[in-house]
């Protein structure tokens, strides 16, 4: 059994943010060597997710907006309090909620060397929290 870990940092654009990892997951897995196994692809940070869809611009769209109608920013949250063990007032509730929603990982099978995904399936990274640098894991486990 090999195991190869990771990662990468990008720099998210907007408050809500779609951005597609696809190749990355794939370049990671063909050259790491292992042929058969399972890839695991994780986010270091609780507003944001893994989410697997196809990538269609209104599909985007639609994702944020059915994201927003079920967490609106607007909303009262018992999190939108001084926090002292950050120093500053926690106003990203909606954005820990939208992850819950979504997930923080996906994994794939790897079969020939290859990601095993569905024909439409793309992987992305989502943002529910505004302009930041983030970190995404990629593990892949196998022979």
Do not use: W
Not at 10 to 26: A, Q, S, Y
Not at 49 to 59: A, G
Not at 77 to 89: D, I, K
């Amino acid at each position: 059994m090999k195991m190869k870990l990771d990662s990468f940092e990008l720099r998210t654009k907007n408050e809500f943010d779609m951005i597609n990892i696809t190749e990355r997951v794939h370049k990671f897995v063909e050259e790491s060597g292992i042929e058969e196994g399972m890839v695991y692809v994780m986010t270091a940070h609780t507003t944001t997710s893994i989410i697997v869809n196809e990538s269609l611009p209104c599909l985007e769209t639609d994702i944020e907006e059915k994201l927003e109608e079920m967490v609106p920013k607007d909303a009262q949250y018992a999190h939108n309090h001084f926090l002292p063990s950050y120093g500053a007032t926690g106003g990203n509730c909606p954005g820990h909620l939208k992850s819950m929603l979504c997930n923080y990982f996906a994994y794939f099978p790897v079969k020939d060397g290859k990601v095993v995904r569905g024909r439409a399936q793309e992987i992305y990274f989502a943002e529910f929290d505004g302009i930041q640098d983030r970190t995404v894991y990629m593990q892949v486990v196998g022979e």
